[in-house]
């Protein structure tokens, strides 16, 4: 699942980190894989970015292996994390004149390799543009996840995105689809808060969960002690917002591809 929205600061990074913590604590194996050269992600989980730790830019510019780069989670053994350090600044760049340079997320991401792996989701958090690393993102993805803020203008932008998906849908990736919009930051007290989710409601209907994200201040205070908000304040409202949503996703998932997480649940008893 691609996390993308190139409007910044909507909560993509909060999203990724989060929904993967707390499927990782329903046992679900969850990767996070780092595309923002920024390393939000990498914060917030608590994983090793300095530069020159091999990361995301192993990934995508040297085609290496995801089992050597990805780091467990230092809180929850079912949660790995693909790192993006300040070298991922320059890929933008150095990707131009590649090979393949749109498909080598997707070249690198094998499905059987993964699911060998015990990993039953992978977020692929991106930075806030629709340049090459998005991309990428993009054409190795099944879906793609849009986070909306409950701010003004929060759909600007969207319709460009939009366009893009189609795009590449056309071009590199029949099966891409925007699956699931998501409410962040949502004041319940605000009239513009419910305006913007009824809009957003309107606009892509039964794509948007149900499940909404608060605006909650433990959410933002959660990346600083390198956290999620499960390790930080479980018993949050933002906490709890992020495990429904969660929840509601895996329901979804099991209701379109239920073959495939009984055969993952299979080798989960096997262990
Ligand atoms: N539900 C929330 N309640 C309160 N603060 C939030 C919430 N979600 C995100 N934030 C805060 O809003 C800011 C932007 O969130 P985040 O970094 O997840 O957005 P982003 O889309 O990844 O940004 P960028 O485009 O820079 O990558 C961060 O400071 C984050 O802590
Ligand atoms: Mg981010």
């Known amino acids: 699942m691609c996390i993308a929205n190139q409007k910044g600061g909507v909560g993509k990074t909060t999203t990724a980190v989060n929904l993967a913590a707390a499927l990782a604590a329903g046992g679900l194996g969850v990767l996070v894989i780092d595309l923002d050269p920024q390393g939000n992600a990498s914060t917030a989980l608590g994983v090793d970015h300095s530069e020159g730790t091999p990361s995301s830019y192993n990934l995508l510019l040297w085609e290496q292996n995801f089992q050597e780069l990805a780091q467990q989670s230092p809180t929850n053994p079912n949660l790995y994390c693909i790192p993006a350090t300040i070298d991922l600044a320059g890929a933008e760049i150095e990707l ?17 390799d993964l699911r060998a792996l015990g990993i039953d989701y992978v977020f692929v958090d991106c930075p806030p543009s629709l340049g090459l690393l998005t991309l990428n993102a993009m054409v190795a993805a099944k879906e793609i996840l849009v986070p909306i803020q ?25 099966s891409l689809a925007v699956s699931t919009v998501m409410l ?7 009239n513009l808060s419910h305006q913007v989710a009824e809009e957003v409601r309107q606009h892509f209907g039964s794509k948007v969960l149900r499940n ?42 099991i209701a379109e591809f239920g073959a495939l997480v009984a055969a993952n649940s299979k080798h989960e008893d096997e262990d």
């Open 150 to 174: 409950c701010e003004y203008y929060a759909l600007e932008g969207v319709t460009q995105l939009l366009r893009n998906v189609e795009l590449v849908t056309e071009a590199l990736n029949k």
């Open 184 to 190: 962040t930051m949502y004041d319940a007290r605000t």
């Open 212 to 253: 909404v994200i608060p605006r909650n201040i433990k959410i933002s205070e959660a990346p600083s002690y390198n956290q999620t908000i499960l390790d930080y304040d479980p018993g949050s409202k933002g906490a709890l917002a992020y495990i429904d949503a969660a929840k509601e996703i895996n329901e979804r998932f």
């Open 96 to 112: 131009v004149s590649m090979f393949s340079r749109e498909r080598r997320l997707a070249e690198v991401l094998v499905p059987e």
